[in-house]
C-alpha cells in the first residue's frame, strides 16, 4: 500500500517504533554483508540513503511486517532474537518483491522517491532485489533454532506471492465482461497469495523462530493471510475513493489505470456491467465510473469482505494460547491496520 501519513491510534505507533527500533540494527549488519554497490541499493530501498550512499531519513514503509513478526515470537514466549530474526528475513523478501513490482508495473516513484530501477536501472535493480532474497534465505538459514521450518515457511510464502502477482499481471489481460472476465473469487485469491502470504508468513516465522507448536505457527499464518486480504482490499477501495492527501494517490487512480480491483469486479457482476466496463475502457470520466460501481453495491461489498476477513483474523488470533502483553498488541495491530478506514 503506498506510504501515508500515520493516523495510527498512540498504542499502535508505539508497538510499529518499538519493532522497528529492535530490527534496524539487525537488517543493518545483514544489508552490510551485501557488495557494497549492492548494499547501497538496499540502504536506498529502505531509506537509509540517497544514490551515490549520501545518508537520508526517507520513509522506508511503516514496518507492518517486521512488527508482526516480533509480535509472534513475543506472543509465543520466543528468546529475544528470534522476532528480530525473522524480521529481517521477512523485510529483506518484502523489499526484494517491491523492487521487482515495481519494474513489472513501471513504477517510477515509491513513498516520494524514484524507484530503485529509475535511480540506478534495471538491470542493477534486479540485481539488488535477487541479493536480498539470497540473504534472507541465508538469514534463517543461520538461525539457532527452528531453521529448517522456517526456510521452508519463507519458501512457501515466496511461491505464493509469485502465484500471486502472475495472477494479477494476467488479470490484465482479461476482458471486462463474458466468460474469461475476472471473478471475486478469482481476485481473493490472488490478494491472499500477493498481499497476504507474506504478512501471514511473518507471523508465523517469529513464532516458529520462538519454538511455537505447529497449531500456533499455523494460526498465525491464517490470521496474517486474512489481514492480507483485507488489507489489500482496503487498499482497493482506497485507490478509488480515498482521499489523495491521506493515500498520496490522485483521486480515482485505480480507475484511471484500469486495475481489476474487488469493487469493479463486484460492479461487473451486474446489470451494470457493460456500461461500467465502457467506461473503464475508454478510461474517461473516471469520477461517473467511481459513482456507478458505488451505486451497484461494489464499495459496500468490499467492505463487508473486508470486515469479515478481519473477523476470520482475530477469530485465529483468538484460538491459540498467546501471551497476553504480545498477544494484545498483535490484535491493535490488525485493527488499526484495516479496521480504521472501514
Request: neutral net charge; proline residues 6%; glycine residues 12%.
Amino acid at each position: 500500500m503506498t506510504a501515508a501519513p500515520s493516523t495510527a491510534p498512540p498504542s499502535a505507533v508505539r508497538v510499529l517504533d518499538r519493532c522497528r527500533e529492535l530490527v534496524r540494527p539487525e537488517l543493518e549488519r545483514a544489508v552490510a554483508r551485501l557488495h557494497p554497490w549492492v548494499g547501497e541499493m538496499a540502504a536506498y530501498t529502505f531509506g537509509w540513503c540517497e544514490v551515490g550512499g549520501t545518508p537520508a531519513t526517507a520513509s522506508g514503509g511503516k514496518g507492518v511486517r517486521q512488527a508482526l513478526a516480533v509480535l509472534g515470537a513475543e506472543a509465543v514466549g520466543g528468546p529475544a532474537h528470534a522476532g528480530p530474526t525473522a524480521a529481517v528475513a521477512v523485510e529483506l523478501v518484502h523489499a526484494f518483491s517491491l523492487l521487482h513490482d515495481d519494474i513489472m508495473d513501471g513504477d517510477v516513484s515509491r513513498r516520494g522517491r524514484p524507484t530503485v530501477w529509475r535511480a540506478y536501472g534495471t538491470g542493477p535493480a534486479v540485481l539488488a532485489g535477487d541479493a536480498l532474497f539470497a540473504l534472507a534465505v541465508e538469514t534463517l538459514a543461520e538461525a539457532p533454532a527452528g531453521a529448517g521450518g522456517a526456510v521452508r515457511l519463507l519458501s512457501a510464502a515466496l511461491a505464493d506471492l509469485v502465484r500471486g502477482q502472475a495472477d494479477d499481471l494476467l488479470f490484465a489481460t482479461r476482458p471486462w465482461t463474458g466468460p474469461e472476465r475476472v471473478r471475486p473469487e478469482e481476485y481473493r485469491t490472488m490478494a491472499e497469495h500477493k498481499t497476504g502470504a507474506l504478512l501471514g508468513c511473518a507471523a508465523a516465522l517469529g513464532a516458529a523462530l520462538g519454538g511455537a507448536p505447529p497449531a500456533t505457527v499455523a494460526a498465525l499464518d491464517r490470521a496474517g493471510r486474512d489481514l492480507g486480504i483485507a488489507f489489500q482490499i482496503v487498499d482497493d477501495v482506497l485507490g478509488i475513493w480515498g482521499d489523495p492527501a491521506v493515500t498520496g494517490k490522485p483521486v480515482h487512480s485505480d480507475l484511471r489505470t484500469r486495475k481489476k480491483t474487488l469493487p469493479v469486479l463486484v460492479a461487473l457482476d451486474t446489470p451494470v456491467a457493460r456500461q461500467v466496463a465502457g467506461l473503464l475502457e475508454s478510461g474517461e470520466r473516471p469520477d461517473t465510473a467511481a459513482a456507478l460501481i458505488e451505486r451497484a453495491g461494489g464499495r459496500a461489498a468490499a467492505l463487508r469482505e473486508a470486515r469479515r476477513r478481519i473477523a476470520v483474523a482475530e477469530a485465529a488470533l483468538a484460538a491459540v494460547p498467546l501471551q497476553a502483553g504480545a498477544g494484545g498488541e498483535l490484535r491493535a495491530l490488525v485493527d488499526f491496520l484495516v479496521r480504521r478506514e472501514l
